[in-house]
C-alpha cells in the first residue's frame, strides 16, 4: 500500500444540504454595501442575477429575503418589466420578460427609484413643448 493510497478523500456532491452555493449570501452582503453607497454617496448600482450562477436554492434564498415591499410596478414595452420594491427600500427586483414571456434579464438595483422608471430628459422636454402647445390652443379657444 503506497501513501497515497492512505489519504482520505471525502466527494461533495451539492454545494451544501440546501443546494445554495453560497453566491446568494454574497448577493446580499454587496447589496448591504452597496446601500451603504447609496446613503453616503448617492450612488445607485446593479447586480445582474444571470451573470452569477446560482442554485434554485440560492433563488429561493433571494426571494426569501428580499421579499415583496410596497411597491409593485409594470411597464409594458417590448414586452413586459416587472419592477417590485423588496421589503429593503431601496432595494429594487427588476425582471425584464419578452413578448413570449421569457425572462431576458433579472436585475437587482440599489436606488432611490429604479432607474428603469426615470422619465428622460428628452421626453420629458417634448412633454413640456406639448403641454404648452396645449395651453396656448385652449388659451385661444377660451378667448
Do not use: C
Not at 451539492?14 to 454574497?26: D, F, H, K, L, M
Not at 434564498?61 to 420594491?85: K, M, Q
Not at 432611490?112 to 422619465?119: C, K
Request: net charge negative; glycine share 8%; charged share 25%.
Amino acid at each position: 500500500m503506497s501513501k497515497l493510497d492512505e489519504i482520505g478523500i471525502k466527494i461533495v456532491s451539492e454545494p451544501q444540504e440546501t443546494g445554495q452555493s453560497g453566491n446568494a449570501v454574497a448577493i446580499l452582503y454587496e447589496l448591504a454595501e452597496m446601500l451603504d453607497e447609496l446613503i453616503e454617496k448617492g450612488e445607485s448600482g446593479a447586480i445582474d442575477l444571470q451573470g452569477i450562477p446560482l442554485t434554485p436554492g440560492d433563488y429561493e434564498l433571494l426571494r426569501e429575503v428580499l421579499a415583496e415591499g410596497e411597491v409593485h410596478a409594470t411597464i409594458d414595452a417590448i414586452g413586459p418589466t416587472e419592477v417590485r420594491e423588496t421589503m429593503f427600500p431601496g432595494v429594487w427586483w427588476i425582471t425584464h420578460y419578452n413578448v413570449e414571456g421569457d425572462i431576458m434579464a433579472d436585475v437587482i438595483e440599489v436606488g432611490f427609484v429604479p432607474e428603469i422608471l426615470q422619465s428622460h430628459p428628452d421626453d420629458v422636454s417634448e412633454s413640456s413643448e406639448r403641454l404648452k402647445a396645449y395651453l396656448q390652443e385652449a388659451a385661444a379657444i377660451n378667448n
